[in-house]
């Protein structure tokens, strides 16, 4: 069936250094892609997306690529601020014979340092 | 602009107990779905609505039911409540074509007794 994995947590980081978060998926359609952000206390946001391979998403620094050949779209930032530190989930939707599916990942949370 | 609303916030139940939660979409959106998210994992989609009818359902048995109204606000019944039933309710709301671009209420968490 439809998944998404992404890379499991807490990862911690220095302020200013280089972030990734994995993630990677299986779908039977052609799904779109999406980071969503939960800051604390706060409800979930949509950060990126991307509709097609190849496509890049990119808001407030971060970007993600729809690679259709590894089946990945990770997120990136190049340098992170105290106030990235969130929870992070990749997800993946589209339109199937039985109407709109979506599906997230479990969440990665994020902890940077100043 | 308003943004979406669910109701209550918080709620407390005892097993084989029935629930109602509500939702009101951000103005202008016409399609609303449900969520369930379960302590430290993602969100699982429950059903999306549009046109007051269903659109998508994801893995959840019958007694997860819902509605959506002419002026696109939205309940989610569970029926039988269980003990796993315990968990963050999500609604979001969005514009028909638009499914990408979820605007996402604050919750309501259920405890299951």
Redo the contacts between chains.
Sequence with gaps: GDSVTQMEGPVTLSEEAFLTINCTYTATGYPSLFWYVQYPGEGLQLLLKATKADDKGSNKGFEATYRKETTSFHLEKGSVQVSDSAVYFCALSYIGTGGFKTIFGAGTRLFVKA | ETG?TQSPTHLIKTRGQQVTLRCSSQSGHNTV?W?QQAL??????IF?YYREE?????NFPPRFSGLQFPNYSSELNVNALELDDSALY?C?SSLAGE?????????TQLSVL
């Design positions: 979406v779905s969520y430290g994992q993602g969100p699982q989609f999306q269903e659109n998508g359902r994801g999500l979001a499914n990408e671009k979820l605007f996402f209420g604050s919750g």
